[in-house]
């Protein structure tokens, strides 16, 4: 299965960092739950430990949730209750809040901005109702406020959204808001309202990482392996990789098992780089289902367990984390864990679809020999060329060539029929045929003019 080839999941591509899709993140794509401030639970009388905290780079999807001590049989009742259950919050409270946004409190206008959103049908629905409430706190200085405001700004997609985003942020990172402050420094990396400027990008990670951004540390991390903004400088990189692990990032926690399991910035710990590895998957770091199933597959740190690697890689796939989706895929050349054709396609096509070449090279070996597909050598060719466009020639052909693609290759060519060499002797055909015809074609031209040679010859006896 997955062998010496070590991963086949490619550092962030973007810079040439392991954290640079954070700002996209952050940004375009955010559900935010209900949840109280301090002062406004206080106000409502209303535990902050009764409902979730909320943070404004959640993920995509994240539903809003639910009080331990809500009755859930007792919401399922009305839409009203509905409503309240989602919240976290009784129609009293709700009430109680809508008038105390609407008498002017900043951080009751933030949560009823936050509940708006919730209430939301599709992720697609411009949020006006949420921005206008965050709007009027972010208006009274509440950089919480602020920091949503920009997210839902950037999220529409335009030039004059993009420059109010980073004004925004601006405001709420004056007042040494983290969270701001972190958000900036991926504008000014993504070029999002600003000219883009490693130098800026690395500066703004510097204070959002002094006002206790534990993304920022794993950020920072990136900056000095891959040198952006600063030099390069592995030593630094792992401590502020354990920095964020420490305050509990999980991507940090992976990105220092990795620096442990190739001795990056430290001598190599596989035991320690096994450690990290759980704490990153436990922490909720998709990517680490792939790398624990690697782990496990190797003995790297761990005993060798072939069925926790495949659960881990069962996992990770069900998570849509591409590199879990290929290797899921590749169970299919080995014959493992009765993986079908059909589905190792599909798993291939959603890493390609997130922009992993490899995802493209192992559908077009697919393509070629109509296996868990319909076989078509053109498609082939073509998903063969878009991991060329997202890699280049030599990276798309070492995957083709590696163990790993050798083996789906064969299986392939044992369960179908490769429609290459099917367009190949189809064009030879073709080629013998009109080169037949052009023979053909020549003789009776050779035979008329013979004939009417003979035909003179006899007219000039005459």
Request: glycine share 8%; with cysteine; charged share 25%.
């Amino acid at each position: 299965m997955l062998t010496g080839g070590r991963r086949l999941r490619k550092i962030q591509k973007a810079h040439g960092t392991r954290a640079a899709h954070a700002m996209t993140r952050a940004l375009s794509s955010i559900t935010l739950a209900v949840a109280l401030t301090a002062a406004a639970s206080a106000a409502l009388d209303v535990p902050s430990e009764a409902v979730s905290d909320v943070s404004p780079a959640a993920g995509a999807g994240a539903s809003a949730a639910t009080p331990s001590d809500v009755d859930s049989s007792a919401a399922a009742a009305d839409e009203e209750a509905s409503a309240e259950q989602d919240s976290g919050f009784s129609q009293e409270q709700l009430d109680e809040l809508r008038r105390k946004a609407e008498a002017g409190d900043a951080a009751s206008q933030s949560l009823m901005g936050d509940f708006c959103y919730a209430q939301m049908s599709s992720e697609d629905e411009t949020p006006s109702e949420a921005m206008a409430w965050y709007r009027k706190a972010a208006d009274q200085g509440l950089a919480e406020a602020q920091v949503k405001l920009a997210i839902c700004c950037e999220a529409l997609g335009s030039d004059a959204g993009d420059a109010e985003a980073v004004a925004l942020l601006r405001r709420a990172a004056d007042q040494n808001y983290a969270h701001a402050l972190y958000l900036l420094a991926y504008c000014y990396l993504e070029g999002v309202g600003v000219p883009a400027s490693n130098v800026l990008y690395f500066a703004y990670l510097q204070e959002a990482a002094a006002q206790g951004s534990k993304e920022a540390c794993c950020s920072l991390g990136s900056c000095y392996e891959f040198a952006i903004g600063t030099a390069a400088d592995k030593a630094a990189a792992l401590k502020w990789y354990r920095k964020g692990a420490e305050e509990g990032d999980a991507e940090a926690a992976y990105n220092v098992a990795i620096c442990l399991e190739y001795g990056t910035g430290t001598e190599a710990d596989p035991a320690g780089a096994f450690r990290m590895m759980q704490q990153a998957y436990e922490g909720g770091y998709a990517p680490a289902c792939a790398a624990l199933a690697l782990y496990y597959r190797e003995g790297t740190g761990t005993e060798v367990d072939e069925a926790k690697a495949l659960e881990y890689i069962r996992e990770g796939a069900e998570a849509g984390d591409p590199t879990s989706l290929l290797y899921r895929g590749l169970c299919f050349a080995e014959g493992l864990d009765e993986v079908s054709a059909e589905e190792a396609y599909r798993c291939f096509a959603e890493a390609a679809e997130q922009g992993y070449y490899e995802g493209c090279v192992f559908m077009s070996i697919m393509l070629r020999y109509g296996v868990g597909t319909a076989g078509d050598a053109q498609q082939a060719q073509d998903c063969y060329e878009r991991a060329v466009s997202l890699a280049s020639e030599d990276e798309a052909y070492a995957v083709f060539s590696s163990a790993q693609g050798l083996k789906l290759d064969e299986r392939c060519a044992a369960l179908g029929q490769d429609t290459m060499a099917d367009d190949e002797a189809s064009a030879a055909e073709s080629g013998a045929a009109e080169s037949g015809t052009a023979k053909a074609g020549t003789a009776a031209s050779d035979a008329a003019a013979a004939g009417q040679s003979s035909a003179a010859a006899d007219t000039e006896k005459d």
